[in-house]
């Protein structure tokens, strides 16, 4: 069942980037299409002005990343869900077709991506964190010592419990909090986006 | 020249019966010696982590256990269903010896004898050490039995003739080259035992020929027929370079996932970071920006740029 699952997935996703160069992307997409993409570049701009701060790169800039969180939150959650109608407008897309097979996990991960944001956007006066190795030290990697136990590690690249409250997002630094909007980010492109462009 | 002789030699034993009966017999492996070190389930961990055994071996959308079997790899040559490696002795390789563990990661060797399929990186794992191994070892005998098989490859004709495999690790089985080179710094020497060896970035970010042997002088140079239909872009020193990749931005999109575009990765490439990538220390991260940015170029460099189109992330 998988394989047909994905040979069908490919079919669509051949056509999609077929039908996505011809319109060229940003210029030819027009409508509910033309509107997400302005969203998702205005979650894309936040996340560039924010990263380099996160890497270590810039300065941190506390208001600056209250203001990025601001953004993504702002274009997350219901605003982001409802500018994916399942229509033929989607042609001219990068969108794959499980994204409406699987509705539920991407108003999951759109609604996780509200709340993330809102906490880093609370967390943003804690600064950075101490750990240099975020993922790798703690023995977070394989969750202290059995390798692939922890059920939460292997959870789909969930970083964290998806039920995590906002205070409890507030009490941790900016940079961890920020690495689960960017972990939310990946899982739902990875999931329903068509990367070739 | 070789490889147009190798393929000659392919089609003709598709006719004659005989030859193929030679094959079948041709050995193939070296019988490693015994390996009695002991193994540091951390390393282990880590360094599986970091080769992609659990990304490729568990289902992770489909909600699979942990290395029970992964998602199917839909490719010209059949799909291609990443097996069972939990300790489950009838399912997984619960029955299996660590010097057959060896084999098999190194060599591409399985106990029984069978040549694996490349869609099995082995080919960049050839240089781990037996300290390595039996770091993988420790950590796979953590792992949770699941007394299910995956489903069996589905190859066509003439790719599900196991002996052809042998013909193809003679054309295309090369040296990762993964060891330290002289004169250039710790660092730059580590990130490329990562890059050329553990994390395998050449094995979707290198073109290939049609028998699915990596092209040698494209290494890097990006492939635009991945299974499923992705693509990977050049990763290449100057084109990395180019599109705005400095050690700092890429050593943490390898841990973020985020691109300096302010764009985040999808794909295979957020696979890659999800399950494998992010697992890794910022200094490993940071020696494989250190080594993409100033990758040795394939030697004839005037083929090494395939007409790939780059997705572009930004």
Known sequence: MNTKRNTKRIFAGVAAIGLASAALAHTGATGIVKERMVAMSAMGDAVKEISPMMSGEADYDAAAVREAAEVIGMHAGETMTRLFPEDNENEASYVKDAIWEDWETFAELAERLHSYSEGLALAAENGLGSSQDGMADAGAMMGGGDMMGSGSMMGGGMMADATMGREELAEMPADAVFAMVSDTCSSCHTRFRTEAK | ?314
């Open chain 2, 1 to 314: 020249m070789r490889q147009v002789l190798i393929a000659g030699t392919v089609g003709l034993t598709l006719i004659v019966g005989t030859v193929a009966a030679t094959l079948a017999a041709w050995p193939i492996g070296r019988e490693p010696a015994k390996i009695q070190l002991t193994g540091d389930v951390q390393r282990g961990a880590y360094l599986a982590r970091a080769s992609g055994c659990i990304a490729c071996h568990t289902n992770f959308e489909d909600g699979g256990a942990p290395l029970a079997g992964g998602a199917p790899l839909v490719t010209d040559f059949g799909t291609f269903y990443p097996p069972n490696i939990t300790t489950d002795p009838e399912h997984g390789i619960g029955g299996w010896n660590v010097e057959q563990f060896a084999m098999a990661v190194r060599q591409g060797i399985a106990p029984d004898g069978h040549a694996y399929y490349p869609a099995f990186t082995y080919p960049f794992y050839a240089d781990f050490s037996d300290q390595d191994i039996a770091d993988l070892w420790a950590a796979f005998q953590t792992v949770a039995p699941v007394a299910e098989s995956a489903p069996s490859h589905e190859v066509g004709f003439p790719f599900d003739q196991r002996w052809g495999l042998k013909l193809w690790r003679a054309a295309y089985l090369d040296d990762p080259q993964t060891e330290p080179v002289e004169g250039r710094s710790d660092v730059w020497n580590r990130g490329r035992e990562l890059v050329r060896g553990a994390t395998h970035c050449g094995a979707c970010h290198t073109g290939r020929n049609l028998a699915g042997g990596r092209i040698a002088n494209a290494v890097f140079a990006g492939n635009d027929a991945l299974p499923g239909g992705n693509k990977a872009p050049s990763i290449l020193p100057d084109v990395l370079a180019e599109r705005g990749w400095t050690v700092a931005n890429l050593s943490y999109a390898l841990q973020s996932g985020v691109t300096p575009s302010g764009d985040v990765f999808g794909g295979s490439m957020g696979e890659v970071v999800q399950y494998g990538t992010r697992y890794l220390s910022k200094d490993d991260l940071r020696a494989m920006a250190v080594y993409l940015l100033d990758s040795e170029l394939p030697e004839e460099e005037g083929m090494a740029a395939l007409p790939v189109s780059q997705p572009i992330y930004d």
